[in-house]
């Protein structure tokens, strides 16, 4: 399923919000992008829909929040390919959570943050989160930040379950962290490992752990996922054939969609050298859901102006339609000073060197 990228804009109907969360997530396993769960005001909301998913290629955004119990049973790994930030300066997250009321945040099966850091804003009454070993689980070793400015004390929280050696998710000991770096040998070379032995470290291609050596033991893949299989890159569409000295079709070739490998791209998706994409590149058009070289310049369609100046010149480059008027006046040239309806003063515009209609 596709994610969302609102970030922390607040819904106008926190109803119709948690609708649209529920119809996209429900039997989601593989979150295309961002997992933004905002605005839940509602403590007695059912968060079942989350129950199947398994990756987020992006960020898990998690802020006002006010179900008590927030659960990802399955949640095995998040990428980071984005990531979120509340201002330019500061860290950028892969899982952050803020202003939440919630009492638990559990993820028993995560094993691995790809890129990004994990950070906790203002949660008075989640707990257990400091007993986690973020080292374990972020891949580049860093321990989560923890940030809470209220006057009033964070709520006092239970005990981990005596199975749980190093930390938990909540209570119970189904919620005990699970480790498969901190034990390693260290012929692993910092990767992770299925037992304490120098022969028994994960594959390369494996992320957030494995139950044997080989690319078929994974848990996750740190690139892509075949079929069972976690490789570096997915089968090509084309090969080369050493006896003809010819690039032929591979009746065994993929496309790369994300993290996983595919026979056919999504709907939603062009192909493009292998690979589905949301839109072509400038060299090249859609044909029949494929990318293709253009013809000579790639068609461009180009709303029209009232006047053509110097502010809006560049937004003609490589146009080859253009939808409506274009009007260019003696001011184009020499340069004016635009006036709103109302009589406000607008932005003034230099003139226009001629040399520039060449875009």
């Known amino acids: 399923c596709i994610g969302t990228k609102s970030r922390l804009s607040v819904p106008s109907n926190k109803e119709h919000h948690y609708r649209n969360l529920r119809d996209r997530y429900t039997n989601c396993t593989y979150v295309d992008g961002n997992l933004e769960l905002t605005w839940l005001p509602n403590e007695n909301l059912d968060l079942s ?5 398994r990756e987020v290629t992006g960020y898990i955004l998690i802020s006002h929040v006010d179900v008590k119990k927030v659960v990802f049973p399955k949640l095995q790994i998040i990428r980071g390919r984005t990531l979120f930030s509340l201002s330019v300066e500061e860290e950028k997250y892969a899982l952050f959570v803020t202003y939440s009321k919630m009492y638990t945040l559990e993820i028993p099966d995560l094993r691995d943050v790809l890129n990004g850091q994990v950070g906790f804003h203002n949660n008075y009454n989640l ?3 400091r007993t986690i070993q973020w080292s374990e689980i ?3 070793g860093t ?3 923890y940030n809470y400015d209220f006057t009033a004390p964070e709520r006092e929280c239970p005990k981990c379950h005596e199975s749980c050696t190093h930390g938990c998710w909540g209570e119970g ?6 480790f498969s770096k901190l034990t390693c040998s260290p012929q692993c070379a910092g990767g992770r490992c299925y037992g304490p032995k120098p022969r028994e470290c994960c594959h390369l291609f494996c992320a957030g752990g494995c139950t044997g050596p080989t690319q078929k033991d994974c848990i996750a893949c740190k690139n892509f996922f075949d079929e069972g299989v976690c490789k570096e890159e997915c089968p090509p569409m084309r090969k080369y054939n050493p006896t003809t000295y010819v690039l032929e079709t591979n009746p065994e070739g993929k496309y790369a969609y994300g993290a996983t490998c595919v026979k056919e791209c999504p ?3 062009l192909r493009d050298n292998g690979a589905c994409v949301r839109s ?3 060299d090249k058009m859609d044909k029949g859901g494929e990318c293709v070289p253009c013809n000579g310049p790639c068609p461009k369609t180009c709303p029209g102006v009232t006047v053509l100046h110097a502010g809006n010149i560049d937004s003609f480059r490589n146009c080859t ?3 409506g008027n274009i009007r260019i006046l003696d001011q184009t040239f020499s340069g004016f000073q635009d006036v709103y309806a109302n009589y406000t003063m607008g932005p003034r515009y230099i003139p226009l060197d001629p040399e520039r209609l060449e875009v």
């Open 280 to 282: 072509c590149p400038q």
């Open 173 to 178: 000991p189904k919620n005990c962290q699970k």
């Open 143 to 145: 321990d989560a930040y």
């Open 138 to 140: 972020v891949s580049n």
């Open 127 to 129: 707990c257990h989160m």
């Open 49 to 53: 829909f989350l129950d199947n998913i």
């Open 267 to 269: 709907g939603h998706l």
């Open 321 to 323: 339609v253009i939808d």
